[in-house]
């Protein structure tokens, strides 16, 4: 009954260097949703997939950021070309499949990988 | 453009409860109340979350005023593991934003031995 998982937990890249930060979501969710937590911040949500559907990429910064969610394997969040100001706290955090339930919009986080820009 | 006011800092006694208000003064009809949790350099944790009547679970009771405008997370006996920021968030139940919880910066709850 493992919860969702991120890896790797701490991610340290030069400026100009690519970020993979990964997702799995918890057993039988199938919604997955990345937030980014600036230092002395509360998180900023990103964008909000499906399995090999982007619903809503609202909060994704519209450059060097893209995110996926293959029908096998995790959730990927792919930042380009890595800036400092890109440091920060990244969570993954999944929802049950199930629609109009009280449960859909329980959002269970993962630990978070902490990417530091050099 | 906040839609939930906390205090900034509470302490609480060990063993007490732990009761962190909320104002939610322009809530509308189809808007949820949830309070989550984030344990130093943890991702969130889901606490609770109400409509109208008050709710419990096994971490906690929420209590909203019958004007929807105010709300209070209630730890009923708080230990040292309940220091976090205690986050309210006001989401609706479904279509746009539903799914974007929007956390300002919280109640940081400082559970004293």
């Known amino acids: 009954n493992a919860g969702v998982m991120q890896n790797p937990r701490h991610l340290v890249r030069r400026r100009g260097q690519e970020a993979r930060l990964r997702c799995s979501p918890m057993k039988g969710h199938s919604h997955v949703y990345w937030y980014r937590q600036l230092p002395e911040e509360g998180l900023k949500f990103m964008v909000y997939?499906?399995?090999?559907?982007?619903?809503?990429e609202s909060g994704m910064p519209k450059e060097r950021f893209s995110a996926e969610f293959p029908k096998e394997g995790p959730s990927i969040l792919r930042i380009q070309q890595v800036v400092r100001g890109d440091s920060a706290a990244y969570f993954c955090?999944?929802?049950?499949?199930?629609?109009?339930?009280?449960?859909?919009?329980?959002?269970?986080f993962g630990p978070g990988t902490r990417l530091t820009v050099t | 453009d906040a839609k939930t006011t906390q205090p900034t800092s509470m302490d609480c006694a060990e063993g007490r409860a732990a009761n962190l208000p909320c104002n939610h003064s322009t809530i509308s009809g189809n808007e949820y109340v949830y309070w989550y949790r984030q344990i130093h350099s943890q991702g969130p944790q889901y606490i609770i979350h109400?409509?109208?009547n008050n709710e419990t679970n096994e971490m906690a009771s929420l209590i909203i005023t019958e004007d929807r405008k105010s709300s209070t997370l209630i730890l009923p006996h708080a230990t040292l593991r309940d220091t976090a920021v205690y986050y309210c968030i006001v989401s609706p139940r479904s279509g746009a934003g539903s799914y974007q919880l929007t956390f300002g910066k919280g109640t940081k709850l400082s559970v004293i031995p």
């Open positions: 997939l499906q399995k090999e559907n982007i619903i809503d």
């Open positions: 109400g409509l109208k």
């Open positions: 955090a999944s929802s049950p499949s199930s629609s109009g339930t009280s449960r859909t919009y329980e959002q269970y």
